[in-house]
């Protein structure tokens, strides 16, 4: 039986084209897995262990903060909350997730990831914020986007494009330190729906070109790649040996206007009740990526500064 998949052209000037690969079970992997992983118990203490004694490259700053942003159900939440549920050692909704077609996350939120039983935060804060709607940014604008990322914003701030983020916004901060700002920025997208993400193009080229000038580094998640292959169906630990995953991240990249080497795939928890070692390595690899191009900016950033 042939799986046909129907995969963007985004160089093209039709965005609504594509161009259908079919795929077969015995002709849809690699011989060999083009990034190498350790798909074992022994890997995910190491990168538990590395998240959990992580600390920013910078003595002004005790904890990187981290942005994700992307469409409407592209997974924010869900990242936040199976990120912790690996330190919880079981699955929990810690970021509320809704199934709607609206984003159900309004305000600015920062979760601290704590490590193992609940231990102390350690020095990751993800940071979720509403939905893109469409390449108009319906709902959240890009200077709200920009007030975020310099710091500008108050924890708790529900965003409306009626009201625009100002100097008059209740809880606005008007010299925000390092520490406020934001140090790495992951994009999130939906692999499952990457068809219908090519009116996104130019939003994202847009942010990426105002977010470059700030000096953040910006990655990738591209999450549900359960949903997009049988293979990675059955066995999540296939996703760097699936010929359509590999052709999947080089869309994801050329969408973004990013390299390859800044995409990294992971898988959320959703329905199941129990953990899974191939998943939360996938999980804990994108958390170490992100952090090192957060330490890459916080390196940049000189000591005493208010830019």
């Known amino acids: 039986m042939a799986y046909t998949f129907s995969l963007p052209t985004i160089n093209s000037e039709d965005k609504g084209n594509t161009r259908p690969i079919a795929l077969s079970k015995k002709h849809n992997m690699l011989e060999s897995p083009w990034r190498d992983v350790q798909w074992t118990e022994e890997r995910r203490t190491s990168l538990m262990k590395t998240i959990s004694s992580y600390k920013p490259k910078h003595q002004e700053v005790n904890q990187t903060r981290v942005l994700l942003l992307g469409p409407v159900g592209s997974g924010k939440s869900s990242f936040i909350s199976s990120v912790q549920s690996v330190f919880n050692g ?13 984003s159900f996350t309004k305000r600015l939120q920062s979760f601290n990831i704590h490590g193992e039983k609940d231990e102390a935060p350690t020095g990751l804060v993800l940071c979720d914020i509403m939905g893109l709607r469409d390449e108009d940014m319906t709902g959240l604008t890009l200077h709200d986007i920009l007030s975020v990322i310099k710091g500008h914003v108050p924890e ?14 209740p809880g606005y901060v008007k010299w925000p330190e390092l520490k406020d700002k934001i140090h790495c920025l992951a994009f999130v997208v939906d692999g499952s729906k990457l068809n219908t993400f090519t009116g996104y193009k130019s939003t994202f080229q847009q942010l990426r ?16 790649i359960d949903k997009i292959s049988p293979d990675t169906e059955k066995d999540i630990s296939t996703v760097y040996s699936s010929i359509h995953l590999k052709q999947l991240i080089a869309n994801v990249a050329t969408l973004l206007g990013m390299s390859t080497s800044y995409v990294v795939p992971v898988k959320n928890y959703a329905a199941e009740l ?16 992100i952090l090192q191009y957060a330490d890459l900016y916080l ?3 000189p000591l005493s500064t208010n830019n």
């Open 156 to 169: 708790g701030h529900k965003f409306s494009p009626d009201q625009p983020v100002t100097s008059e916004t």
């Open 299 to 301: 390196k940049d950033v």
């Open 90 to 102: 079981r699955v929990t909704n810690r970021a509320m997730v809704g199934t709607s077609t609206t």
């Open 274 to 289: 129990d953990l899974d070692t191939n998943t939360d390595v996938l999980l804990l690899s994108a958390v170490d990526h």
């Open 209 to 224: 070109e105002h977010i470059s000038d700030l000096g953040i580094h910006q990655v990738a998640l591209l999450t549900h």
